[in-house]
């Protein structure tokens, strides 16, 4: 940084006249990009249980179980999560989506268990 | 010239660290016990809690206030790949600016309040965490940034990594995210102060309660002082507050 007044005076006077840069986070939330990965939303509707999104997670995040009875489980731990994307493209049926949700923060680890049962016929 | 050895022994001997010893003595020994390095140690019990009757010290509430209007952190690497690393530096930077809330980088962890702890941790860093942690005076908080820091992340059953901050340390807040964004780390931190607000506002004991305003900023500076001094807090700090 220079110290020369030549440059430092035009430079701080011209910032004077600018905006503010700091964003008022927890009061005014800015907008993601579009393309922004956050945690992954699960419709369970659509799901097959074939297991693709549990073969290709690279952080053993997911996990599919099929029980004896025709249910499935599909678990999510968020806590070991990547956000890659890569259970999303691998999807055939596209039953995992992306929420920008990136607020996560929580004081017990319980919490980033998720899991979805639902019963398929076989 | 001064060797480890003598540099250790002095410190050993040196009345204002009790307790210190070199780290060769701490063994790490990561699956011992399910998991967690013979090294780990419990969750102290916070300050203030419903098990102790007496009224907390002036000291202590003087310590909490300033803690939670002005939480310093200081920022441990435990073998992150510095994603996290940078997100935490982003947040001090004008952008986001995490001085708005009193929230400041400090250098050493006699200073913290808060430790920011970001990887698995890697079996060298274990004892040196939580020598850290141990340095770093009541009341603290550890967050830890990241998800490696939260579970081990993609580290997780890696021989060289014990797979999160809570298995040498507790930990009172997880942030997940690889890496976090700096809005997750404030939402962090302001959501780990107000748990901290609640756990204490029920851990007081009722003849201790302040009858505080309903806004932060109407509080006035005294009023914490005055209570303690006088005994009957109440009154003062509704008075003091009207006069505002």
């Not at chain 1, 099929?66 to 731990?77: F, L």
């Not at chain 2, 907390?56 to 994603?83: D, I, Y």
């Amino acid at each position: 940084m220079s110290v020369f007044p030549g440059r430092l005076v035009p430079e701080a006077i011209r910032t004077l006249f600018k905006g503010r840069i700091t964003s008022r986070y927890p009061d005014e939330k800015s907008e993601k990009p579009d393309r922004f990965r956050g945690r992954l939303a699960f419709d369970e509707s659509k799901c097959t249980g074939c297991g693709l999104c549990a073969r290709t997670c690279p952080a053993n995040a997911l996990e599919v179980t099929r029980e004896e009875d025709g249910s499935i489980t599909w678990r999510y731990d968020v806590s070991k999560c990547l956000y890659c994307g890569q259970c999303i493209e691998t999807c055939p049926v596209g039953s995992i989506d992306n929420t920008g949700e990136f607020e996560l923060a929580a004081g017990d680890k319980a919490d980033f268990d998720r899991r979805h049962r639902f019963e398929r016929e076989t | 010239m001064d060797g480890p050895g003598n540099a250790t022994r002095r410190a050993t001997r040196f009345p204002f660290f009790p307790g210190f010893r070199p780290l060769a003595t701490v063994a790490v020994d990561s699956r011992a016990d399910g998991g967690r390095p013979e090294c780990a140690i419990a969750r102290p019990p916070p300050t203030m809690t419903t098990t102790s009757p007496r009224k907390p010290t002036l000291t202590e509430r003087l310590t909490r206030w300033a803690g939670k209007r002005s939480p310093w952190v200081l920022h441990v690497n435990t073998g992150s790949c510095n994603g996290c690393d940078i997100e935490i530096i982003d947040a001090l930077t004008p952008r986001f600016d995490v001085e708005r809330f009193g929230i400041t980088l400090v250098d050493t962890p006699r200073h913290a309040d808060v430790l920011l702890v970001t990887g698995p941790v890697t079996r060298q860093m274990a004892p040196r965490l939580k020598r850290l942690y141990e340095q770093t005076p009541n009341p603290k908080h550890v967050i830890a940034v990241g998800t490696c820091a939260t579970s081990g992340g993609v580290f997780h059953g890696h021989y060289n990594t014990l797979g999160g901050v809570d298995s040498v340390i507790p930990v009172d807040m997880y942030v997940p995210g690889c890496p976090v964004s700096p809005e997750a780390l404030i939402d962090a931190i302001y959501k780990l102060l107000e748990a901290d607000a609640a756990i204490d506002e029920a851990a007081l004991p009722d003849e201790a309660r302040l009858e505080r305003p309903e806004s932060m900023e109407s509080l006035p500076d005294g009023a914490i002082l005055d209570g303690e001094a006088t005994g009957e807090s109440p009154p003062n700090a509704a008075a003091a507050g009207d006069e505002r």
